[in-house]
Each structure stands twice: as C-alpha cells, then as structure tokens.
C-alpha cells in the first residue's frame, strides 16, 4: 500500500519499526527492510518510497550489494550516511552467510566445502583477489587471509608471505583462490604457472597445496577436482 504522507502519520500497523516489532522481521517486504535502514524519506517521499526507488535500480540486494560508487552517485535522497548503512547492512548479511558456512563446514572435506564458505564474498566483485584458508591436520579452518587485491584481471599473490603465514599459524594444508570478475573459471597459463610454484614451494616447507580453486558467477573450478593437483 502507498501513502501521501510521511510514515509517522500511516496507521500504527503499517508503520515498518512497528510493524517487525509486532509481526517480526519476516512480515516485512524488502522496500520496509531497507525503509527502517534509511529511517526518514524526502520532502513529498516517505522512507518506504525512497527504498522502492532504490530496489528499483538495483533489482535485487545482491546487485546491490556488488554495486560500485558510479552506481550510488545521483540518486535523489542519499547521501554519504544513508549509504554507508546500506553498505554496512548488506557486509553484515555476507559475513553472517561466511560464518554459517564456516560453521557448517569447519571441517574442510573437498572443494564443494570451501566453496560454500568462499562463494558468498568473491562472487560478485568487481575486482580479482586472493585468499588462502589454512588449515590445521585435520583440515580444520584456522584462518582465512585476503592476501593480494588487484585489478579486474590480475591479483598478485606473493609465495613467500603465504608459506611464512602458514608456519606462523601452524598450518599444516592450505586451499588457495581467487575470483575471475568476468565470470568465467577457465584457469589461465598463469593460473597454472602459480599452482605448480606454490605446491613446489609448499612441499619444501611441509606445508601441503591441497587446491586452487577459481570462483566466478555461481560456478568454481577446482584443480584437485580436474586431476591438476597431482
């Protein structure tokens, strides 16, 4: 239902705080979501207006969630406070999945496991990064490093930082990634080239290279799982 006025006048019932204090936050739609973010509108529109409008350009919080600043710029309403909520609400959403996903699968088994917890960051940046998971005998997480941010093409991981970070914690495996912005996982040469010099390296200092993995738009490649790791 739209209204005229400004929210503070809608019946009680229809009001967004009021209406998730009462129902819960499941009853409320996205436009209400976003609206208690936002908290007030705009002179002749109201909070639940303006997060239409929002969703409208986005479609969805995810697109919205990998928007860049040239996607933000010239909506009428927001300003650097109401953007930065909307930013922080949705990185409180991804890590709340990062950490389910952990919890589910601490215990790294195969490429699917560190693909949950890895999917829901790095599928939709725009920019290519690195991490490494380092893992315990068991293959337990202990901790999970972005250890290189790069262009939308080329990020530039150094063996020797990975190889000192895994002795420092204590790590025994390692499960190395990155993003392709484009969306397509086909390994590059370099890609390869990487695999094989960090598994070389790793076998030196005891420290086993169980997979690359490459994630893009909902899809993976793992090289363990392609035969690449031997």
């Given at each position: 239902m739209?209204y005229?006025?400004?929210i503070?006048h809608?019946?009680?019932d229809?009001?967004p705080?009021e209406?998730?204090?009462?129902?819960?936050?499941?009853s409320?739609n996205n436009?209400?979501?976003?609206?208690?973010?936002?908290?007030?509108?705009?002179?002749?529109e109201?909070?639940?207006?303006?997060?239409?409008?929002i969703l409208?350009?986005?479609?969805t919080?995810r697109?919205?969630?990998a928007a860049?600043?040239e996607?933000?710029?010239?909506i009428?309403?927001l300003?650097?406070?109401?953007?930065?909520q909307?930013?922080?609400?949705?990185?409180?959403g991804r890590?709340?999945?990062?950490?389910?996903?952990?919890?589910?699968?601490?215990?790294?088994k195969?490429?699917?496991?560190a693909?949950?917890?890895?999917?829901?960051?790095?599928?939709?940046?725009?920019?290519?990064?690195?991490k490494t998971i380092?893992l315990?005998?068991?293959?337990?997480?202990i901790?999970i490093?972005?250890e290189a941010q790069?262009?939308?093409?080329?990020?530039?991981p150094?063996?020797?930082?990975?190889l000192?970070?895994?002795?420092?914690?204590?790590?025994?495996?390692?499960?190395?990634?990155?993003n392709h912005?484009?969306?397509?996982i086909?390994?590059?040469s370099?890609?390869r080239?990487?695999?094989?010099r960090?598994?070389?390296?790793?076998?030196?200092?005891q420290v086993?290279?169980?997979d690359?993995?490459?994630?893009?738009?909902?899809?993976?490649?793992?090289?363990?799982?392609?035969?690449e790791?031997k």
């Amino acid at each position: 239902m739209r209204y005229a006025k400004s929210i503070c006048h809608w019946p009680r019932d229809d009001r967004p705080r009021e209406k998730l204090a009462k129902y819960g936050e499941q009853s409320l739609n996205n436009s209400e979501l976003l609206a208690i973010l936002l908290r007030t509108g705009i002179k002749g529109e109201s909070a639940v207006d303006l997060a239409r409008r929002i969703l409208q350009k986005f479609k969805t919080f995810r697109e919205m969630s990998a928007a860049g600043p040239e996607f933000w710029m010239n909506i009428k309403g927001l300003g650097p406070a109401k953007i930065a909520q909307i930013k922080a609400a949705l990185e409180i959403g991804r890590r709340f999945r990062e950490d389910e996903h952990l919890q589910q699968s601490f215990q790294i088994k195969n490429a699917e496991d560190a693909v949950k917890i890895l999917m829901p960051q790095m599928r939709d940046l725009k920019k290519e990064i690195f991490k490494t998971i380092y893992l315990d005998g068991s293959h337990r997480v202990i901790q999970i490093i972005t250890e290189a941010q790069g262009t939308v093409n080329f990020a530039n991981p150094i063996i020797r930082e990975i190889l000192q970070k895994a002795l420092q914690f204590c790590a025994v495996a390692i499960i190395c990634a990155h993003n392709h912005p484009s969306g397509d996982i086909s390994p590059s040469s370099e890609d390869r080239q990487f695999t094989r010099r960090l598994a070389d390296a790793g076998r030196i200092m005891q420290v086993t290279l169980l997979d690359h993995i490459i994630i893009g738009d909902n899809q993976s490649y793992s090289f363990a799982d392609q035969g690449e790791m031997k």
